[in-house]
């Protein structure tokens, strides 16, 4: 059974940090790309970060370069979203997600079609 097990969310005041982790299971881990997506209420799901678990190749959306560090674990079949200098904007649940080609290039949660884990929920407030 195919499991990606997204945690670490929480609330946090402005400039705050906090470390998301996807642990997967059931599939060959470096066969796929993980990417992290988030989506905030009202608005469409986007793309935040993805790690080719192959050669540790990294993308970023635009809104956290400089401030999100993406991580794989590939013992431990497990990626890491390290979060910092944290902004309102930020607010969103946040999932993680696996798919093939283990190389690609978007960000659209819309090729991104194979698996997806349950939302961990980011809440950054003063």
């Known amino acids: 059974e195919v499991q990606l097990q997204a945690s670490g969310g929480g609330s946090v005041q402005p400039g705050g940090s906090l470390r998301l982790s996807c642990a997967a299971s059931?599939?060959?881990?470096?066969?796929?790309?993980i990417g992290w997506f988030r989506q905030a209420p009202g608005k469409e799901r986007e793309g935040v970060s993805s790690i080719n678990t192959r050669d540790g190749s990294t993308r970023y959306a635009d809104s956290v370069k400089g401030r999100f560090t993406i991580s794989s674990d590939n013992a431990k079949n497990t990626v890491y979203l390290e979060m910092n200098s944290l902004k309102p904007e930020d607010t969103a649940a946040y999932y993680c997600?696996?798919?093939?080609?283990?190389?690609?290039?978007?960000?659209?949660?819309?090729?991104?079609?194979?698996?997806w884990g349950q939302g961990t929920l980011v809440t950054v407030s003063s």
């Open positions: 059931g599939f060959t881990f470096a066969d796929y790309a």
């Open positions: 997600a696996a798919t093939t080609p283990v190389n690609i290039a978007s960000l659209k949660a819309v090729f991104w079609s194979d698996y």
